[in-house]
Structure formats: structure tokens, C-alpha cells
């Protein structure tokens, strides 16, 4: 009997893990935003260190974009500023910044990591099915009903994308769509190269 009853346990723990937002404390990505290379982000919570760069969204080495790097034990968050000539660094107490968290912060908007998922999908980004969680709300000017999903890999436990769909309210009319993928995400340790400093920290700025 205890047998079973363990047995049921275990059962029910790994249904409610297969079908909950991931959250991991280790994992690196990409975003992609309607097929432009938007963002890295490369978290280790274990270590203390995350690091966010921000890439050129037209390409132009002009606007090179930027990194932020957190490091828990240095108590600062680093700053490499490569639009500015010559690039910069500032190295910031404190941190890491709320864009730096933007995978919990994304988590949080639909629910949390415990709210099981709204939606199963067939999606070919997905090589089959995907859970999803959808949340929406209005805004009254403009006249816009914002719908967005976010799209978890069944069979990996891997998110995918995350899709805003904005629709006219009076008309119901589908306005626009917006597909943001997470390319290459990958959980477990994190490399250290994905938080080496691109300057020199002695010629940090340090407020």
C-alpha cells in the first residue's frame, strides 16, 4: 500500500513538472523578434552572474548595443556601452537590473511557475505539441485588445516563442502580430566565457 501510494506521488509530481512553466536557475538563449536577432541573456544563480547584451537591431556596427554583466560576489553590475565612442564601461553597485530578470519576469506575467497550461497546441515550431499560457487585456486608446501566448516544447520542456496578437475591439479584426523566439535554449551550467568582460574592468568607471 505505501508502495502504491509513493508510487502515485511520484506519478503526480512529474505531471505537474511536464506541464508548468520552466524556470530553471541555470539556462542561456537568444532572442529573435520577428526574425532579427534582438538579445543574449545567459543566467547561473548557482554562481551568481547573469549577463544580457543587447545587439544592433539593424546591424549597423555604428550602434553596436550593449552588455550588462551582474556579478553577485563584485556586489556591481557592469555596464559595456558600445554605442558610445569609444565604448565605455561603468561599473554599477547594486544589481542585477529588472531587465536582467527577464525570464521570471516573463514567468510571473502569465501565472507563475506553478500555473498549469491554458492551451495544448499543434505548432510546427514546437515538432508537435505545445503547451501554451495566453493572457490578454485592453487598452482603450489605442482601441486594442492585446492577446499574447507563450509556446513550451511538450517533449523538452523547452519555451519556444512568445506570440502578441493585437486585434481592433470594436471590429474584432486581427491588427498585427509579433513572434518573439527564444533560440537555443539551453539549461544546466553555464559556461564562463558567456560572462567574460568584453574591456578592461580597470578602466571602469566606478560611482
Not at 510546427?124 to 482601441?143: A, I, K, M, Q
Not at 501566448?149 to 475591439?169: A, F, G, M, N
Request: charged letters at 20%; a neutral charge.
Amino acid at each position: 500500500m505505501i508502495s502504491l501510494t509513493i508510487l502515485f506521488f511520484i506519478l503526480f509530481t512529474l505531471n505537474c513538472i511536464s506541464t508548468q512553466i520552466p524556470n530553471p536557475s541555470q539556462y542561456r538563449f537568444s532572442l529573435s523578434t520577428d526574425g532579427i536577432l534582438q538579445e543574449r541573456l545567459a543566467v547561473d544563480n548557482q554562481t551568481g552572474k547573469i549577463s544580457r547584451l543587447w545587439y544592433s537591431n539593424t546591424g549597423d556596427e555604428e550602434f553596436g548595443g550593449n552588455q550588462n554583466i551582474f556579478v553577485r560576489d563584485d556586489g556591481r553590475t557592469y555596464l559595456f556601452d558600445f554605442m558610445s565612442k569609444p565604448p565605455q564601461c561603468i561599473a554599477n553597485r547594486g544589481g542585477p537590473s529588472t531587465e536582467m530578470n527577464y525570464w521570471p519576469n516573463l514567468v510571473q506575467s502569465f501565472g507563475g511557475e506553478a500555473k498549469n497550461y491554458d492551451e495544448l497546441i499543434f505548432d510546427s515550431d514546437c515538432d508537435g505539441t505545445c503547451l501554451t499560457w495566453r493572457v490578454e487585456f485592453n487598452r482603450t486608446y489605442p482601441h486594442y485588445r492585446y492577446v499574447q501566448r507563450l509556446y513550451v516544447k511538450k517533449s523538452e520542456q523547452k519555451p519556444i516563442k512568445l506570440t502578441l496578437k493585437l486585434y481592433d475591439i470594436n471590429t474584432g479584426k486581427l491588427v498585427s502580430t509579433s513572434v518573439t523566439k527564444f533560440v537555443n535554449w539551453i539549461t544546466g551550467q553555464v559556461p564562463d566565457y558567456e560572462f567574460d568582460y568584453p574591456l578592461d574592468l580597470e578602466k571602469c568607471y566606478r560611482p
